[in-house]
């Protein structure tokens, strides 16, 4: 029955998601497409639909004691350069079943399907256990979790679990490596190239760092589950008086992506330690932007790990609503990318499970597309998910 539903609203969703493809929304640029959101929000008759100050765009529906937050971030990354791409990334193509373009997969999916799939669920009766808050979230591109920090934290949003719309092509998914933004810098002392033997170059003391860091990342802890941590250089700057002078500082950006049992400490620890290290700075990045609608975004750039483990309520419960559409169990497995989750789970312990249609790997490529028939099954499941949840409510929340 909730596929039948799904299927009624295939062109809605259809149109929705094309149209919000079609605005182009980087991160701390989103406003169009919120108020596109918001307007279609509205037409779907919520209870209550608003911008929060962070500029999220958050619903409701239900009163009721099990508190579900459904989250599908809205923005997209850039589409670099146009001339890479076969089709217009904001055209929203729709070609042999599919819809193509930029935010295709990652993740603007799960915002029309989890919308849709709310409505299909208020048509069929929402369960008294439940009460229901959707989110489309800012930022996410530019500093995962930060959204939710602002949800939760601030906002007084307070959900027993988080669903989170991801792409996992169709499969529940419970964790992912967390993640440190780092930086090293060198100092050196300036001097004319002709007399280069005056100065100390800070890029030559760096290119040792660098070798240090690549001969890390293969000896970095591993887990079955998750997998091995790994450390990447992401970027290297200097400064220098001109072209002919001997740098005096140089400055390399860090990922260091964390597996099960690694912290911001010890990653930072480990980078402090590389043989070259000496006097270089290891600094963790800090985040400091203003969002779309003026409100100032401030964190750390550490976002943790986190793992809920298989046989959890709320990832059986998802399961379950999948296999109830699909008719097969659903793949059960984990993100290779961050996602919000590492503030609903990785700071908050709530816990948290992802569900959404396409593949993963077509994010932030050229190439983004997803099935037009994903899309209808994703919605019937996610009409689903209060249901089963709210079946189990005595197992999230605590009645005394």
């Known amino acids: 029955a909730a596929l039948e539903a799904a299927r009624s609203h295939r062109d809605d969703i259809v149109t929705f998601l094309r149209e919000m493809i079609a605005i182009p929304a980087e991160s701390l640029q989103e406003g169009e497409r919120c108020e596109r959101i918001l307007a279609e929000y509205r037409k779907l008759g919520f209870d209550d639909a608003w911008f929060d100050d962070l500029g999220n765009v958050v619903a409701r529906v239900g009163d009721g004691p099990l508190k579900i937050l459904m989250d ?3 923005d997209c990354v850039g589409v670099g350069d146009p001339g890479t791409w076969e089709f217009d990334p904001f055209e929203g193509k729709l070609e042999d079943g599919k819809i193509y373009g930029r935010g295709a997969v990652d ?55 988080v669903v989170i719309g991801e792409p996992t092509n169709l ?84 990922d260091r ?55 959890h309520a709320l990832v059986q419960g998802i399961a379950a609503a999948v296999e109830a559409v699909i008719g097969t169990p659903p793949r059960i497995s984990r993100w290779g990318f961050s996602t919000n989750g590492v503030a609903s789970m990785g700071r908050f312990g709530i816990p948290t499970a992802g569900f959404a249609p396409g593949l993963e790997e077509l994010a932030h490529t050229t190439e983004e597309w997803v099935a037009i028939d994903d899309l209808v099954r994703a919605a019937a499941v996610y009409s689903l998910i209060p249901e089963f949840l709210g079946a189990r409510a005595d197992e999230f929340v605590d009645n005394d």
């Open 171 to 254: 499969g529940v998914y419970r964790g992912q490596r967390g993640r440190v933004e780092a930086t090293i810098t060198t100092r050196g002392k300036s001097a004319h190239a002709a007399h280069a033997e005056q100065g100390i170059n800070a890029v030559y003391k760096m290119a040792h760092i660098i070798s240090d860091v690549e001969a890390l990342n293969t000896r970095l802890a591993h887990d079955e589950f998750l997998g091995t941590g790994s450390v990447v250089v992401t970027s290297i700057v200097c400064t220098t008086a001109s072209l002919n002078a001997v740098p005096d500082s140089a400055r390399i950006t860090i």
């Open 107 to 161: 993740e603007l999916p799960a915002v029309a399907c989890m919308a849709y799939g709310l409505k299909m669920l208020m048509d069929r009766g929402l369960p008294e256990e439940v009460t229901v808050y959707l989110s489309a979230s800012v930022m996410e591109e530019d500093c995962d979790g930060h959204c939710l920090l602002h949800l939760i934290g601030k906002e007084g949003i307070q959900p027993d679990v």
């Open 257 to 311: 992506r964390l597996t099960a049992g690694e912290t911001v400490e010890n990653a930072l620890e480990e980078l402090r330690s590389l043989p070259h290290i000496e006097d270089a700075e290891v600094d963790l990045l800090q985040y400091d932007e203003t969002s779309w609608r003026g409100y100032p975004a401030q964190q750390d750039k550490y976002f943790p790990t986190w793992v809920l483990p298989e046989e």
């Open 72 to 74: 599908g971030h809205l």
